[in-house]
């Protein structure tokens, strides 16, 4: 997710810069319409993010019922990654390593990694769960996958 936040930086970046090149210039209009451009670009980018927030929260909703957690914990901040570690059944220090700056990438790999065992699926779809959960959430909340 970081990347298209870079991405979608960049490219308010540019369209503002062109804005200003433009305006200083003296094209007024040619001005507007790129700042017209630029609001375009940034509703676009929020329904975007709205989708894939939405996408992700009905995933891991329905995943949190498949392991007989409360549903609803989705959508509660920390709650929700204390469920997923539950869920994942693994130990305490690996909950702890969430909360810890860089040492949180291990603690989340090791999450996903159990969450993937939890479900009956491969490490490697565990390393998915991780950098590509948009679609590795939706395929173990809606698959055949059961909680063993």
């Known amino acids: 997710m970081n990347f298209f936040k870079k991405a979608f930086m960049s ?4 369209v503002a ?3 200003t090149l433009l305006a200083a210039n003296g094209s007024e209009n040619a001005a507007a319409a790129v700042g017209a451009i630029a609001v375009i670009v940034g509703l676009f980018a929020a329904f975007v993010a709205f989708v894939v927030a939405l996408v992700m929260i009905i995933s891991m909703w ?3 019922v498949k392991a007989g957690q409360p549903g609803w914990a989705a959508i509660i901040p920390i709650y929700n990654l204390i469920v997923m570690w539950q869920v994942s059944r693994q ?3 690996v909950l702890i390593l969430c909360f810890i700056p860089f040492l949180n990438v291990i603690g989340t790999i090791m999450m996903f990694l159990g969450m ?3 479900f009956g699926k491969s490490a490697g779809f565990g ?3 991780w950098l590509v959960p948009i679609i590795f959430f939706p395929i173990l909340a809606f698959g055949s996958a059961q909680y063993q």
């Open 11 to 14: 490219v308010m970046i540019f």
């Open 17 to 19: 810069g062109t804005g």
């Open 62 to 64: 329905k995943i949190f």
């Open 91 to 93: 130990p305490v220090w």
């Open 116 to 118: 993937a065992e939890s």
């Open 127 to 129: 390393i998915g769960l």
